[in-house]
Antibody, heavy 114, light 107 residues
């Protein structure tokens, strides 16, 4: 059974940092590009970032470039998102997954508020 | 950025109805188009990939079609469990972009 479990979401003040983690199992993690999506309350889905198989190529949506860093650990079948300089508009449920396999986790809530 | 214009934004339909949702891309995206279903508080679930390929385990009443810039998701006979929000996703160009979503409600 494919499982992706995100963790690390929390309430943080503007300007703060968080690190999201995504533990995966049930599929060959190292064979897929992996992504983070987010969904602000009551809004649609937004792609945030992705990373290639060995972590050597990373892509970001403009609104997070320079503030967020995606990474992966293929030995641990895990994906990460380091989020710095957080803004109120980063408030959302963050999902990890892969566009190619089409699997996504249940999400973790990040709230940025003073 | 490629804009994905999805329509309608919502619709009301009855069980057994045929439902069609469309996405129009602002430029050609080849076959790099997927459709997702999302229920409240749940993860997005992929239904269709590569424009028309059915995800394993997804009922055959779901189908996708289209080419170039115009794409369609069809539910041939709406079932109670299909009331949800549907999104298209293009992954041909960065940033990957989603359509705005179509909420399918019970009439």
């Amino acid at each position: 059974e494919v499982q992706l479990v995100e963790s690390g979401g929390d309430l943080v003040q503007p300007g703060g940092s968080l690190r999201l983690s995504c533990a995966t199992s049930g599929f060959t993690f190292r064979s897929y590009w992996m992504s983070w999506l987010r969904q602000a309350p009551g809004k649609g889905l937004e792609w945030v970032a992705n990373i290639n198989l060995d972590g050597g190529e990373k892509n970001y949506v403009d609104s997070v470039r320079g503030r967020f860093t995606i990474s992966r650990d293929n030995a641990q079948n895990s994906l990460y998102l380091q989020m710095n300089s957080l803004r109120v508009e980063d408030t959302a449920v963050y999902y990890c997954g892969g566009v190619a396999p089409g699997y996504w986790g249940q999400g973790t809530l990040v709230t940025v508020s003073s | 950025d490629i804009q994905m214009t999805q329509s309608p934004s919502s619709l009301s339909a009855s069980v057994g109805d045929r439902v069609t949702i469309t996405c129009r891309a602002s430029q050609g995206i080849g076959n790099d188009l997927a459709w997702y279903q999302q229920k409240p508080g749940k993860a997005p679930k992929r239904l269709i990939y590569g424009v028309s390929s059915l995800q394993s385990g997804v009922p055959s009443r779901f189908s996708g079609s289209g080419s170039g810039t115009d794409f369609t998701l069809t539910i041939s006979s709406l079932q109670p469990e299909d009331f949800a929000t549907y999104f298209c996703l293009q992954h041909n160009n960065y940033p990957l972009t989603f359509g705005g979503g179509t909420k399918v409600e019970i009439k």
